[in-house]
């Protein structure tokens, strides 16, 4: 998560704060060390859930003024309500609601094992959320191996994608009359070719890729440093394609994007803010340039994650090492990572063997 990314979420999760119980403001207090998108989603869930309690037992008040005394009247029956709640009227998909439900037990178990009055005693009574079993998605390695090979770049398509990025997109533009996308494409092509050869040549997450500082790159030994998922700090390498490709977009970076000399990000927005200040991409943006490419390279199903994966399916075959390949995209599991030697086998049944010269 970028610098900019962390305040953001930050800012959010204090306005859905505030808006909360004092209990469980002093619940988010307790849990100051966590990560601003783990605060982000506490907050959001949390504030749903009273919404929708105050509605089911027909309260006249805010969810300011849930008292704890309602959490601890709760049944199993009103948390089940609550997940099919989630699931026919939001229409949410079943990890959605996984992580609300587990959202809901961290505050729980606080308020009911962690907190003390000043008599000691614990702020709730009962924790109806200890009796409830979250319901998980369940795909087998071999269905989530299947579904990642037919969403990555294969064979010459690395090559050829960067190529796209590099002259055929632009080409493609021209034939289509489409000149105000040709000029901006002319703008930002060697950042996005940057970009997306960081990716796949390093399996970063794309969030992971954005919080790179120019001061923050080691040349001689192509790493880098980054702000890994959870707000730690990793060196991580890159391919020397990457570091061509880097290195071609610094050329014309002050010259397209005008940053200060005080920002230090890597990737900037094509766009400036009121202020006039080059700001770093964000997700959202750099999402809506990868699609813009795929879609016209005739990939719509590759996502810019599925570059991860692409990244890592060919880091399996050529190395053969999951200890290996685990550290490199730092997962903290191992089980994690062994989807890829599924994904492998489908490759080789698919004749899918080559990678990225």
């Known amino acids: ?54 509605k089911r037992k027909k309260l006249n008040c805010d969810p300011i003024d849930v008292s704890i005394h309602q959490l601890d009247q709760l049944r199993i029956q009103d948390i089940t309500a609550f997940e099919r709640y989630c699931l026919l009227e939001l229409n949410n998909r079943v990890p959605t609601v996984a992580r609300k439900l587990s959202s ?47 969403r990555i770049l294969v064979d010459n398509e690395f090559n050829e994608f960067r190529e796209f990025i590099a002259e055929g997109y632009g080409k493609l533009l021209l034939e289509q009359n489409q000149t105000r996308k040709y000029k901006a494409h002319l703008r930002n092509r060697e950042r996005d070719l940057a970009l ?60 397209y994007y005008a940053p200060p000399k005080s920002q230090k990000a890597l990737f900037l927005a094509s766009k400036t803010s009121k202020q006039g200040i080059a ?14 490419y795929i879609d016209a390279f005739g990939r719509n199903g590759v996502t ?7 990244f890592a399916t060919r880091h399996y075959k050529e190395n053969q090492n999951l200890a290996l390949l685990q550290r490199v995209l730092d997962h903290r599991h191992i089980e994690t990572t062994v989807i890829y030697t599924h994904v492998f086998d489908k490759e080789i049944k698919d004749s899918i063997n080559k990678t990225d010269n």
């Open 1 to 54: 998560m970028t610098p900019e990314d962390k305040k953001r979420f930050i800012s959010k999760a204090e306005t859905y704060i505030s808006q909360l119980p004092w209990y469980i403001q002093e619940f988010f207090e307790y849990k100051y060390n966590a990560s601003a998108h783990t605060q982000y989603n506490y907050s959001i869930d949390t504030l749903h859930f009273l919404q929708w309690l105050i």
């Open 104 to 150: 809901l037990k961290s505050i729980f178990h606080y308020l009911s094992q962690v907190a003390e009055d000043e008599e000691m005693y614990p702020y709730l009574q009962r924790n109806v959320m200890a009796k409830i079993d979250i319901k998980r998605e369940r795909i087998s390695k071999s269905k989530q191996a299947e579904l990642i090979a037919s």
């Open 196 to 255: 997306v050869s960081t990716l796949l040549g390093s399996g970063l997450r794309i969030a992971e890729a954005l919080t790179i500082d120019i001061d923050k790159i080691d040349w001689r030994n192509n790493t880098a440093e980054v702000i890994r998922k959870g707000d730690s700090l990793d060196i991580v390498s890159f391919s020397d394609v990457a570091r061509e490709d880097i290195k071609e977009y610094l050329k014309v970076r002050d010259k």
């Open 279 to 292: 700001n770093r991409l964000s997700v959202r943006a750099a999402q809506r340039m990868f699609d813009q």
């Open 304 to 310: 810019l994650h599925k570059l991860r994966h692409s």
